[in-house]
T-cell receptor
Framework: GQQLNQSPQSMFIQEGEDVSMNCTSS?????WLWYKQDPGEGPVLLIA?????ELTSNGRLTAQFGITRKDSFLNISASIPSDVGIYFC?????????????FGKGTKLTVNP | DAMVIQNPRYQVTQFGKPVTLSCSQT?????MYWYQQKSSQAPKLLFH???????NEADTPDNFQSRRPNTSFCFLDIRSPGLGDAAMYLC?????????????FGSGTQLSVL
């Protein structure tokens, strides 16, 4: 099945630093979604991307849908302690007569005050 | 206000004892999903309902069943939980089953099997 390669697997940064993570695949996706999951909670949708090349911001978060439709990145500027959590990318594609949503394995972010 | 509500937040059951997890939504979405998430892993889709139509993933064990009595509620039944079924179970909804639809997740039920 389709795989999303999400990197890095984990990050340890200082408060105030910028963060960048990305997802790549050999498959072409129609939609990219970025979620954040706090410990013991469900994923919360951060940003949704629908068109190749689209660049969308949500506060300090910026995400882009890659031109080739095979990748996406998420940037967090000026990180703060509450940014701690696991960030998942998810790509949506049409395959075998059905829509599929494929998740990356997540990037675990730790922010040191 | 929470739009996808899962109860309970924590569930402890015994090996082999049937357990039911519940999910309700206030979004009036057509599609409801159940995901299993084990520690440090991505959510794994078990099945989904499009309205009343049930769609099972090919690799979902028969031990897992689901019911959707109406638009708002969906249940996950684990008939004989094993130790390997201990996980976070996430309910999600989307307006439709189509490209460009966003998934909204509940807070999850953390299941422990003793």
């Amino acid at each position: 099945g389709q795989q999303l390669n999400q990197s890095p697997q984990s990050m340890f940064i200082q408060e105030g630093e910028d963060v960048s993570m990305n997802c790549t695949s050999s498959s072409i996706f129609n939609t990219w979604l970025w979620y954040k999951q706090d410990p013991g909670e469900g994923p919360v949708l951060l940003i949704a991307l629908y068109k190749a090349g689209e660049l969308t911001s949500n506060g300090r978060l910026t995400a882009q849908f890659g031109i080739t439709r095979k990748d996406s990145f998420l940037n967090i500027s000026a990180s703060i302690p509450s940014d701690v959590g696991i960030y998942f990318c998810a790509g949506q594609l049409y395959q075998g007569g059905s829509e599929k949503l494929v998740f990356g394995k997540g990037t675990k972010l730790t922010v040191n005050p | 206000d929470a739009m996808v509500i899962q109860n309970p937040r924590y569930q402890v059951t015994q090996f082999g004892k049937p357990v039911t997890l519940s999910c309700s939504q206030t979004l009036n979405h057509n599609v409801m999903y159940w995901y299993q998430q084990k520690s440090s892993q991505a959510p794994k889709l078990l099945f989904h309902y499009y309205d009343k139509d049930f769609n099972n993933e090919a690799d979902t064990p028969d031990n897992f069943q689901s019911r959707r009595p109406n638009t708002s509620f969906c249940f996950l039944d684990i008939r004989s939980p094993g130790l390997g079924d201990a996980a976070m179970y996430l309910c999600a909804t989307s307006r439709d089953w189509a490209t460009n639809e966003k998934l909204f997740f509940g807070s999850g039920t953390q299941l422990s099997v003793l």
